[in-house]
């Protein structure tokens, strides 16, 4: 983070309670990007808007959507605002996307392992948290796609026992958060954001959260430009 942007932190720090401050300071205590989460062709908004809280609630800052056959839209009743707290990042733009961002991925040292409902796949809870770890949902009928499943690194599965074979995207989200959160919590992998990344957050929130921030982003761009 460079020398302005640390300025334009602490200028628009002064437009925040302490009490939201202590919050976010708090709040980025516990966010990671060890962990990502990767949905590929969810066409149910209030599905994949039901995965940004989730993201959101268990401290998970980014989350990847491919888009090959569906585009990504937010759900704003179902969101309920997460979307500021977290990153998005959206692959639509190539004849593969799903390619790309595992390209993208494995490049930040992410291991793909795409969820499925298939025997012989490793059981959620046995899955290594060592690496960067980007967990793949598929669409909520059909699952990952063929390119996905071959790719992957390794295939995971949620321990069920009834008769139905699999869950709904967002409750599967929600409980792969769950447990390989607390798994990661638990281990003494280094899963906290650096000093750097925690400001460059800090100062998206701050910007989302103070009235008027990009007007008084201007003011405060012009008077470092004269000064």
């Known amino acids: 983070m460079d020398k302005t942007s640390l300025q334009l932190l602490d200028f628009l ?10 919050l976010i300071d708090e709040v ?6 060890h962990l990502t ?18 993201c959101d609630c268990f401290g998970i800052q ?11 839209e937010l759900n704003p009743r179902v969101v ?9 990042c959206s692959y639509q733009d190539k004849e593969n996307n799903a390619a790309v961002c595992f390209d993208s991925l ?21 899955v290594d948290m060592t690496e960067p770890v ?19 690194d390794e295939l995971v599965t949620i321990p069920m026992y009834g008769f139905s074979e699999s869950l709904n995207i967002s409750v599967s989200a929600a409980i792969c958060a769950n447990i390989l959160i607390e798994k990661l919590f638990r281990s003494e992998v280094n899963w906290g954001l650096t000093e750097n990344e925690k400001n460059e ?7 989302a959260i103070v009235g008027r921030s990009e007007i008084l982003e201007k003011q405060f761009l012009k008077s470092v430009n004269h000064s």
């Open 201 to 207: 957050i800090k100062l998206s929130w701050y910007r």
């Open 13 to 22: 720090g002064k437009y925040v309670t302490e009490h939201k401050k202590a």
């Open 62 to 72: 980014d989350l990847h959507i491919i888009e090959d056959k569906h585009s990504f």
């Open 106 to 126: 494995r490049e930040n040292g992410y291991k793909i392992i795409a969820t499925s409902p298939e025997k012989g796949c490793i059981s959620l809870h046995d």
């Open 80 to 88: 309920h605002g997460a979307s500021k707290w977290i990153n998005i």
């Open 28 to 33: 980025l205590s516990r966010r990671t990007r």
């Open 37 to 54: 989460f990767v949905l590929e062709d969810i066409y149910q908004s209030q599905n994949a808007s039901a995965v940004v809280r989730t």
């Open 134 to 152: 980007a967990l793949v949902f598929g669409t909520e009928i059909t699952g990952i796609s063929e390119f996905t499943k071959s790719e992957a």
